[in-house]
Nanobody, 115 residues
């Protein structure tokens, strides 16, 4: 079964932290690049961070130094540790798996940064 399931979103105050998780229990996992994307109201979906099968990472400039992506191939999970959160980080966050001919998306998890 092809399914990505995100968790860990919520409401946090500016400066706070959240850890997002994405599980892929029924999927081939270790050989594909995984990514986190986000979409704020009225804006296009954008890449936040990605991690290759070999562990190389890439970050959007807006989150460098604050967010960390990691993967656990044995558990088929990818995580996004988000620190020093800002109101502009408010968005629905999506997990994505990149394959040569197709991409799979999770259903998204809401992150709201507000006092």
């Amino acid at each position: 079964q092809v399914q990505l399931v995100e968790s860990g979103g919520g409401l946090v105050q500016p400066g706070g932290s959240l850890r997002l998780s994405c599980a892929a229990p029924g999927m081939i996992f270790s050989i594909y690049t995984m990514g986190w994307y986000r979409q704020a109201p009225g804006k296009q979906r954008e890449l936040v961070a990605s991690i290759t099968s070999g562990g190389s990472t890439n970050y959007a400039d807006s989150v460098k130094g604050r967010f960390t992506i990691s993967r656990d191939n044995a558990k088929k999970m990818v995580h996004l540790q988000m620190n020093s959160l800002k109101p502009e980080d408010t968005a629905v966050y999506y997990c994505k798996q990149d394959r040569p001919a197709i991409a799979y998306w999770g259903q998204g998890t809401q992150v709201t940064v507000s006092s």
